[in-house]
Every structure is written in structure tokens, then in C-alpha cells.
């Protein structure tokens, strides 16, 4: 499809594209958005370095994928959301980059700050608990999700609680490459001898009533049996793969944990949420076993101790291509 570089440089907001073929030229930043059948609208917000994708609301459910390459090979779900204003579709990209790329495709996007009047029980779908153990208890509140597994019960060392906002059926699960990120706010357990982990997964699918399977990217506290000790990793069915350790009392949270899925690499990282500052990361890996599945949130704790761990969690936020 041919996309015309528009010529107005010093007022991107005035600048309009034709019908299904848009691009804007932005002082060194190429923005490139092709929507089949509709037009696209790119203006330049004042306040900040970024720039803003408008196109006529489509009829199926899109979302905004970006690439540094017209003819390269990945296309990322970009992590930004999307939002009506004025009758347009609408969503900010950053002029970070010297050049770069965006289209729509068909997807979802789910973003969820778990507020009172913007909830997953209020006006949207509610959040599906998969592997629902008894003992494991979550609640949405005061602009919070916490899951808390109470101190005292002794149940199966692997139980864990996970959490899908776009259901929790293999039918349902038709998401290929995802971003998703959520922020940890708070993270304890009653004593330092249990450890706790806490995941983001993705390509998950239902193996039956209590088992699954997919990529994870997250992290352990009180790792290796060592008090405060976190450990970042990737795991996949052919086994875990662990970044560099940190300190939760030197490092404490609040914690951003952003993974991504993108063909066959998997990539997680710890992030400042106020500063965006790279906390942790862990290197790439590789994996071809999954093309598509669920997106959701997996808790887990050693209750066999006895002992228990609460996890407070807010912005949620996913983007994933059909």
C-alpha cells in the first residue's frame, strides 16, 4: 500500500490524511499509520514531546502496533492506550525515536487503574479467576487489586491464584503478540522463611481444572531461601531463565513489570513506574511452542509454611494482536 508523506513539517496538527493511505513527517520523526478504509488525523500536544494518532472509530476492534522498519519483521503492540476523544480514536506515541512506524491491525487492548468508577466490576468485564484456590483471597479496593494468602493455612506448596481480564477459556484465548505491564505497589509475607511469586503470562491455555501452561515473566521474593532476596525470570515449558537479584529493602517497591511476546522472544523488565528507570531486566528468550493464548496475572506462595504473603497491584494494562 502506497503511504504519502505529507509536506506541512511545522504544523503536523493541521495535517490530514487521504482516505486509508497516512503518514505524517515530523521534524526527523516519520509516523506512519495505515487503517484499510478509513483516515488518519496526526497532531503534535504542546505540553509534550509526543505526538497524537487520531482515525475515524473502525468497525472491528484494532489496535496500534510500531516498528523502526517498514519492511522489518517485528511490529510491536505499542504500550500506550487508546481513547475516544471528539468522535476520533485516538493514542499518543513519543518522538523519542529518529524515526518510526505505526499501523492498526486487529487486536485488544484492556487497561485497568482497578478505581472505584473505572473498575473491573463496574462498566467493563469482570477480571476471571482461573486455578481459584480456596485459601487465596482478592479483592479490588480503595483504587487497589490485593490478593492475600492469610497466614495459617497449609494447602499444596504450588497453589496459586491467576487472574484473566479477557477470559479464561482456551476459546477465548486468541491473543499472539502482547505487551503487558502492571505495577507492584506493595509486596510481604509473614515471615521471611516462605517465599511468594507473582506473575504476568501470556499464550497461556486451560490443560484441565487446575493445570495450564504458557509463558510467564516475573519474579520471587525471598528467593533461594534468602530473606528479601527477589529474583527476575522468564519461564517457558523448557525451563527458567533468571536475570540479576535485587534487594527488596534496598530497592524497595513500587515495582513497573513490563512483558512482551513478540513471535518467538520473550522479554522482562523492573522499571521505576515515576521515573522509568531500568531496575532489572532479563536477558531475551527464545521459544516457539505457543503462538496464541490467554493474558492474565498468576499469584503464588509457599503455603505449605504455614506462613502467608499479601501483593497489591494497580495499572494494569495489555495490548495484543489476534
Given amino acids: 500500500m502506497k503511504r504519502k508523506i505529507l509536506e506541512n513539517k511545522r504544523k503536523p496538527g493541521h495535517a490530514r490524511g487521504r482516505r486509508g493511505r497516512t503518514a505524517a513527517l515530523l521534524g526527523g520523526l516519520v509516523l506512519a499509520l495505515t487503517l484499510p478504509g478509513t483516515g488518519l488525523r496526526a497532531q503534535v500536544p504542546e505540553i509534550s514531546k509526543s505526538v497524537l494518532l487520531s482515525w475515524p472509530e473502525p468497525t472491528q476492534e484494532q489496535i496500534v502496533v510500531g516498528s523502526d522498519s517498514l519492511t522489518g ?48 466490576f463496574t462498566n467493563r468485564n469482570s477480571w476471571t479467576p482461573w486455578f481459584t484456590p480456596l485459601t487465596t483471597e482478592w479483592i479490588v479496593t480503595n483504587g487497589v487489586l490485593r490478593v492475600c494468602l492469610p497466614q495459617g493455612h497449609v494447602t499444596n506448596a504450588w497453589e496459586g491464584l491467576a487472574l484473566c481480564p479477557l477470559g479464561a ?5 486468541n491473543l499472539r503478540d502482547v505487551s503487558v505491564s502492571v505495577d507492584i505497589l506493595d509486596w510481604g509475607t509473614s515471615s521471611s522463611s516462605m517465599w511468594s511469586s507473582f ?80 531496575i532489572r531486566e532479563v536477558p531475551p528468550v527464545y521459544h516457539s511452542q505457543f503462538t496464541n493464548g490467554i493474558v492474565g496475572l498468576f499469584f503464588r506462595g509457599d503455603s505449605e509454611t504455614s506462613e502467608g504473603y499479601t501483593n497489591t497491584v494497580d495499572n494494569f494494562f495489555v495490548s495484543g494482536t489476534k
Fill in 169 to 173: 477459556t482456551n476459546v477465548e484465548a
Fill in 199 to 278: 506473575y504476568l503470562f501470556a499464550r497461556g491455555y486451560v490443560v484441565g481444572p487446575t493445570s495450564g501452561n504458557g509463558y510467564f515473566g516475573g519474579l520471587v521474593l525471598n528467593a533461594d531461601g534468602i530473606p528479601r532476596r527477589i529474583v527476575p525470570f522468564i519461564l517457558t515449558p523448557s525451563g527458567e531463565t533468571r536475570g540479576a537479584t535485587l534487594d527488596i529493602a534496598e530497592i524497595p517497591p513500587p515495582y513497573r513489570l513490563q512483558f512482551s511476546v513478540l513471535g518467538t522472544k520473550l522479554s522482562f523488565r523492573v522499571l521505576n513506574p515515576a521515573t522509568g528507570q531500568l
Fill in 73 to 120: 519483521p517485528v511490529w510491536t503492540p505499542w504500550p500506550e492506550p487508546i481513547f475516544k476523544r471528539f468522535g476520533q480514536v485516538c493514542m499518543a506515541v513519543p518522538t523519542t525515536a529518529s524515526q518510526q512506524y505505526f499501523k492498526a491491525v486487529l487486536g485488544r487492548q484492556f487497561a485497568d487503574c482497578f478505581s472505584d468508577c473505572w473498575g473491573p
